[in-house]
Structures are given as structure tokens and as C-alpha cells.
């Protein structure tokens, strides 16, 4: 069983290959996703150790000057999902998008690493990627105020034991709230991340409006 859920993955992972990234899913989300890449080049590592680094080299051309590595990287054009780079109007080559992803992406590399079957190779790809690794995580030092570093800290603590709690708990509210029950759960946190998302837009166009008077 195990095997064959395997064997899956690595199919999807093929079918999803784009000539050096992988997309997330073939119409839905046609382009390089930042937090994606970083665990699908864990995945590739299993049986391609060389596709793996790949995967995060064409994550890494999508860095800006200032050492942010973005959301989305636009590698490909699309017509099939909104809102693209023309939305954004990031001027890069290639184009992406204007926000980012909390920084995973060196925890993968050093995973690769340390599993890799063949070391000197990884050490020589490790050691090209470093500098933009680095960039990025002096990016995240200055670009967020370290004056609340424990603000932060607590927060990500916070929605890591709420996430853990969750997980363990499934199977037992799965029993308790019925199929019934967790399909309503569900839509109601589909409509708590909803409400959060016009409220975060609503902000940003507030303060837009204001840079403008």
C-alpha cells in the first residue's frame, strides 16, 4: 500500500513538470509556487536528486534585487488564472507576484542535502543557491520590525499548537460531529478565511487611497 501511494506521488510529480518546476496543479494554480516548491523538491529528492535542486534554482530566479523571493513566479503564461502577473505588476524578469511565503524553502535545501545520495553534487548546488537563501533571510530581518520578534514568535506558536491540536483531534471529532457535522465545519471556516481576506483587502485599498492624498 505504501509503495503504491509512493508510485503515485512521483507520477503526479512527473505529470506536473513543467521543464524545471512543478506546478501545483495542471489548470487551477498553472504556475511556480514558492511554499509548493520547497516541499516538492523534497519529493523529488526521493527518486531525483538532481530535478530536486532544479526545482528550487527556478524558485530562486524569481528573487528580487532586495533578496525577497515571492509568492508566485510566473514562469509560463496563463490564461487560466487570476490575478496574474499583468494584476501585479511586478516588474521582473520573470515576472511574479508582489507578496511572499514564510521562509521554509532553506529548511528544504538543507533536507536535501542531508539525504543526499550523492554529496558532492549537493554540496556544489547547496553552495550556488546560499547566497540567495541568505539574501532572503536578511530580507525577513529588515523588512519586518524586530522590535516584536516575540510577537511573532508567539503568534507562530499559537497557530502551531492550535494546528497540532487539530490534527490529533480529527479522528475523534470526525466521530463526534459526523460527516454532516465537519462538511458544515468546514464551510464555516471557509467563510472565517473569506471574511479575513476582504477585511485584509479592504485595508490595503484604505491605505493605498491614503498614500495618494
Given at each position: 500500500m505504501r509503495v503504491d501511494l509512493i508510485e503515485r506521488a512521483r507520477v503526479i510529480l512527473?505529470?506536473?513538470?513543467?521543464?524545471?518546476?512543478?506546478?501545483?496543479?495542471?489548470?487551477?494554480y498553472p504556475f511556480q509556487w514558492n511554499w509548493d516548491s520547497s516541499f516538492v523538491a523534497m519529493g523529488w529528492a526521493t527518486f531525483d536528486e538532481p530535478r530536486a535542486f532544479t526545482e528550487i534554482a527556478h524558485l530562486m530566479r524569481g528573487q528580487w534585487d532586495d533578496g525577497l523571493v515571492p509568492?508566485?513566479?510566473?514562469?509560463?503564461?496563463?490564461?487560466?488564472?487570476?490575478?496574474?502577473?499583468?494584476?501585479?505588476?511586478?516588474?521582473?524578469?520573470?515576472?511574479?507576484?508582489?507578496i511572499t511565503q514564510p521562509p521554509i524553502l532553506a529548511t528544504a535545501v538543507r533536507r536535501l542535502l542531508d539525504g543526499a545520495r550523492e554529496r558532492v553534487a549537493a554540496e556544489a548546488r547547496v553552495a550556488s543557491l546560499y547566497p540567495g537563501l541568505r539574501a532572503w533571510h536578511r530580507w525577513w530581518e529588515h523588512a519586518?520590525?524586530?522590535?516584536?520578534?516575540v510577537q511573532w514568535i508567539a503568534a507562530l506558536s499559537a497557530a502551531m499548537a492550535v494546528t497540532t491540536l487539530?490534527?490529533?483531534?480529527?479522528?475523534?471529532?470526525?466521530?463526534?460531529?459526523?460527516?454532516?457535522?465537519?462538511?458544515?465545519?468546514?464551510?464555516?471556516?471557509?467563510?472565517?478565511?473569506?471574511?479575513?481576506?476582504?477585511?485584509?483587502?479592504?485595508n490595503g485599498m484604505r491605505a493605498f487611497v491614503a498614500q495618494l492624498h
Open positions: 512527473r505529470a506536473n513538470d513543467r521543464g524545471g518546476y512543478t506546478v501545483p496543479t495542471d489548470r487551477l509568492q508566485i513566479v510566473f514562469h509560463a503564461p496563463s490564461d487560466d488564472y487570476f490575478p496574474g502577473p499583468d494584476v501585479w505588476g511586478v516588474q521582473h524578469d520573470p515576472p511574479t507576484s508582489g519586518r520590525d524586530p522590535a516584536r520578534l487539530v490534527l490529533l483531534g480529527a479522528p475523534h471529532l470526525t466521530r463526534v460531529l459526523g460527516e454532516r457535522g465537519m462538511v458544515a465545519a468546514e464551510r464555516l471556516m471557509g467563510l472565517v478565511l473569506t471574511a479575513l481576506a476582504v477585511q485584509m483587502l479592504l
